[in-house]
């Protein structure tokens, strides 16, 4: 099993959607959590930390559930400019990502 | 802003040549880390070191070597080149290890 599991998707969405991504992770020792996006042969750049009471930058939302072990990124008002890879990373000593989940917002 | 800044966008080698990969941070960051990145398999983290002179194996390290002479500079090693060793290979570093990893622009390596 991966320590990180996340839906490889495509998704496919319209301009103005709302998209959820979930990820799971395997060690209950991990200590923290972010999302990173990677636009196409580009590297990854950090998008949001992820912490246990759930946080908002703008359109995006991010949730932790340490119980079920699981990490959630909502978009609202999906832009054009969002179509990239989202991954999903937990670190404990060191970062473990997330194969990552394709989103491509159509015009 | 972090600076992580690879030596070659691009690279071209031939199968058995020792290839070097360098890597700066200009952020008196103590922790690099070189990953590669192959579609379908994500990052995977190669080697990292936490001080000058010290490293640990990350998940594949075979194949790869690292060097840390100093604390700004991080340095990938292929001894003996393979074909299987094309990839992007992608350097990084954080200040302490809880903290998000900034990450250079990559370099794309194919091995002929």
């Known amino acids: 099993r991966k320590e990180v599991e996340q839906d490889p998707g495509p998704f496919n969405v319209p301009e103005g959607a709302t998209v959820a991504f979930n990820c799971t992770y395997s060690n209950s020792a991990s200590q923290s959590f972010f999302w990173y996006r990677q636009d196409c042969r580009k590297e990854p750049k950090l998008l949001m930390s992820?912490?246990?009471s759930g946080n908002e930058d703008g359109r995006f939302t991010a949730q932790l559930n340490r119980a079920s072990q699981y990490i959630s990124l909502l978009i609202r008002d999906s832009k054009l400019s969002d179509s990239a890879t989202y991954l999903c990373?937990?670190?404990?000593?060191?970062?473990?990502f997330g194969s990552g989940t394709q989103l491509t917002v159509l015009p | 802003d972090v600076k992580v800044t690879q030596s070659s966008r691009y690279l071209v080698k031939r199968t058995g040549e020792k290839v070097f990969l360098e890597c700066v941070q200009d952020?008196?960051?103590?922790?690099m880390f070189w990953y590669r990145q192959d579609p379908g398999l994500g990052l995977r983290l190669i080697y990292f070191s936490y001080d000058v002179k010290m490293k640990e194996k990350g998940d594949i390290p075979e194949g790869y070597s690292v060097s840390r002479e100093k604390k700004e500079r991080f340095s990938l090693i292929l001894e003996s080149a393979s074909t299987n060793q094309t990839s992007m290979y992608l350097c990084?570093?954080?200040?302490?290890?809880?903290?998000?990893?900034?990450f250079g622009d990559g370099t794309r390596l194919s091995i002929l």
């Open positions: 992820v912490y246990s």
């Open positions: 952020m008196d960051h103590e922790n």
């Open positions: 990373v937990v670190n404990r000593r060191q970062l473990t």
């Open positions: 990084a570093s954080n200040g302490q290890f809880n903290q998000p990893q900034h």
